[in-house]
């Protein structure tokens, strides 16, 4: 694997620290990077609801290369194909949405292992593979790559045990939004049917000895899943950061246009 911090956020990861990341759903590379260079663990290039396609992630991938952030992707569905893709572009990890079972997550391990452990084809000519100047990349391509599945639905919920104890499994997701959504309470965080199942999912991946995962909205949110245990949160992205930062920088000017010019 191409990424030289992918081993190490890996191993990080399983020893039982906690990682800090953000998504890149901008499709940009130019705003992958600047992510990537701020200071957090991963960077997730978002290809289930970015605007970028795969077209664009081989070039997200290469400016997150020159940065201390390992770059993950989530990809459009946990199909073996696109799993697959995003590993020969050089992904560091793969994020995959709405796994209901153990048996869609152990197909989705699978999809990033090689034989005879799983499906992966072998294919040397990619950033995956350091364009084959990676000897030997099979004895230990497997161990690094990070594998993540999503919880975003009440089949999920029911199965949280069976999810969390696939093995090559290292986190269990939450996606908050469609979470609640399904939950019936989108968006009320508070609400007791969805604190209920992060607690769930917290208490699951502690006895399987796996790692909790979620996006947070915000730093006060984050904090809040950090304080449940939660050890592999996502914060915001460079969509939501450029978005409040434009916010921000409307209002205020706005206001001193309103206050007019001072005496």
């Known amino acids: 694997m191409s990424d030289q911090f992918a081993g190490r956020m890996v191993e990080r990861l399983r ?12 499709g940009s590379a130019v705003s ?6 701020a200071g957090f663990d991963w960077v997730l290039v978002d290809l289930e609801h970015g605007a970028g396609t795969e077209s664009e992630l081989p070039s997200q991938l290469q400016a997150l290369g ?5 770059g993950l992707v989530r990809v459009e569905s946990h199909e073996r194909s696109r799993i697959v893709r995003a590993l020969d572009a050089g992904a560091a990890g793969v994020m995959a949405p709405r796994v209901d079972s153990a048996d869609q997550a152990r197909a989705v391990v699978r999809a990033t292992r090689y034989p005879p452990a799983g499906s992966r084809g072998v294919a040397l000519m990619n950033r995956g593979a350091a364009f084959g100047a990676r000897a030997g990349m099979f004895a230990d391509t497997d161990d690094l790559v990070l594998v993540v ?7 999920a919920l029911e199965s949280l045990d069976e999810i ?23 968006g009320r965080f508070d609400e007791p049917a969805y604190a209920d199942s992060i607690q769930a999912v917290s208490k699951a991946c502690r006895a399987a000895g796996k ?4 996006l947070a909205g915000s730093v006060a949110d984050a904090e809040r899943y950090l304080g449940l ?12 950061f450029l978005a409040k930062g434009a916010a921000a920088a409307a209002a205020e000017l706005g206001s001193l246009r309103e206050a007019g010019p001072m005496s």
């Open 15 to 26: 020893n039982g620290e906690t990682l800090i990341g953000t998504f890149a759903n901008l």
């Open 32 to 37: 992958a990077e600047i992510c990537g260079s």
């Open 66 to 70: 020159s940065t201390p952030a390992s």
């Open 149 to 155: 599945v999503q919880i975003e639905s009440v089949d």
């Open 164 to 186: 969390a104890a696939v093995e090559g499994v290292d986190v269990l997701f939450v996606g908050p939004s469609d979470l609640s959504q399904v939950l019936g309470c989108f």
């Open 211 to 214: 790692a909790a995962g979620v």
């Open 229 to 240: 245990g939660y050890r592999f949160v996502g914060v915001s992205g460079d969509g939501g």
